[in-house]
Each structure stands twice: as structure tokens, then as C-alpha cells.
């Protein structure tokens, strides 16, 4: 943790001294924070963020949208027979994130996915179970949209070879991609909006196995 003397943080933050003794003598918790360095006090640069209205608006409603994501997934996951739910209870291997290079619409990232999906089962369905649930997003910045996947591959020998694969198929395009970890929630974060039309699907060569096969967007 870096910190400032009294005169240096003052400056940064634009109050007077009255201001930041007054600020701590409220929230005596944050007091603790700081230090006394050869009689003189030093205060936590972190702290700048107290006194910026602006920043803390700012991270306010960031804290509030993870509450409320939070509240949803708890939701859904009360509900175990919801989809949500079901997925998150499923093993996945990879989470995928394709930003097309070309502007490509709903259908268009539908087909592709699907094309993807194709792809690999023609290449490695024999040799492995392989799952995939995928959704289509706007883009923030662009027109167009954008699709997030988790991916499950049962032969941990192919793992690598699979990623390539996928890189090869989207070689125009810039992919993303990690280990899947569920306490990142991955699925939810894909289905927190709602699964409607042609914005996800699920697919596989071994959802009946999963009691998922009526799940596919495609046999809707």
C-alpha cells in the first residue's frame, strides 16, 4: 500500500486539513489504516477515493450490480431445475470469449457457433464427449455482436489440440480463452440476461446422458 504525507494527500484530494480530520474521526475504522512514520502521519493513497463523490458513485453501483448478479445466481441455483442451475452443476473445461472481426449479427453468430460446434465433433467426436453452451452478445464499443462459450472436452489428452482448433477456425477473429472456473460463475454471467431465440444454444454429443437433450435451442 502506498502512502502520502498530510500535505501531499491534502493536494491530491483538494481538501483542507478540518476536512480530513473530521472525515476520520467519523469512520475511525479507516484511521486504523493509517500510519505514524518518524512522528509525522501518512494516509493510505487509497483513501483519495473517499473524498472523490464522483468515484464512489462510480464504484457504488459497481458493488450493487455484483449484489444484484449475486442475488440471481443464489436464485437460480435455489431452483435446481432451472437451466442456469443445471449448468452450473455441469463439468466444463473452457471458457471462450470470439470478437468477429467482421460485423456478424445474431443469425450469423448462431451459424457460426454451430459451425464451430460441427468442427470439432467431425474432427474429435469419436474419441471424446464434447459439450457446448454458447450465447451472443452486443458489443459495447461497435455494432454487432460478440459470443461467449464454455466448452467441455472429456479426453484431457485432446485439451490442447482442441484449443487450436478453435483458434484455427476462427483465425480472422481475436478468441479469448481460460480454464473454466465455476466460482467464476461463467454460465451465469452468459444467461444472467435471459436465453431467448437465436441469443444461445446447447449443444452435444452426450447430453442425453445429461438428461439435456430438450435443452437444445435447436430442437426448440
Known amino acids: 500500500m502506498k502512502y502520502e504525507k498530510v500535505n501531499d494527500f491534502l493536494k491530491i484530494i483538494n481538501k483542507g486539513k478540518s476536512t480530513l480530520y473530521r472525515f476520520y474521526r467519523k469512520n475511525e475504522y479507516l484511521y486504523f489504516e493509517t500510519k505514524k512514520l518518524k512522528h509525522k502521519r501518512l494516509i493510505p493513497e487509497t483513501h483519495a477515493k473517499y473524498f472523490n463523490s464522483e468515484l464512489m458513485h462510480e464504484e457504488n453501483k459497481v458493488l450493487n450490480q455484483k449484489n444484484q448478479s449475486m442475488r440471481n445466481l443464489i436464485d437460480c441455483l435455489v431452483d435446481k431445475d432451472s437451466l442456469q442451475a443445471r449448468l452450473w452443476y455441469m463439468d466444463w473445461t473452457y471458457f471462450f470469449t470470439v470478437a468477429y472481426k467482421y460485423e456478424r449479427n445474431k ?79 461463467g454460465v451465469f454471467y452468459m444467461s444472467k440476461e435471459g436465453l431467448v431465440n437465436e441469443d444461445w444454444d446447447l449443444l452435444g454429443n452426450n447430453l442425453s446422458d445429461k438428461n439435456m437433450n430438450d435443452e437444445s435451442n435447436t430442437n426448440n
Open 107 to 185: 443469425k450469423s453468430c448462431f451459424k457460426m457457433m454451430h459451425g464451430c460446434y460441427d468442427y470439432l465433433i467431425g474432427k474429435y467426436g469419436i474419441e471424446t464427449d464434447i459439450r457446448l453452451f454458447f450465447t451472443t452478445e452486443p458489443f459495447a464499443n461497435r455494432k454487432g455482436y460478440h459470443n461467449h462459450f464454455a466448452l467441455y472436452v472429456s479426453n484431457t489428452k485432446l485439451h490442447d489440440e482442441v484449443v487450436k482448433a478453435i483458434q484455427s477456425y476462427f483465425s480472422f477473429d481475436r478468441v479469448d480463452y481460460g480454464k473454466y472456473d465455476k466460482y467464476q460463475a
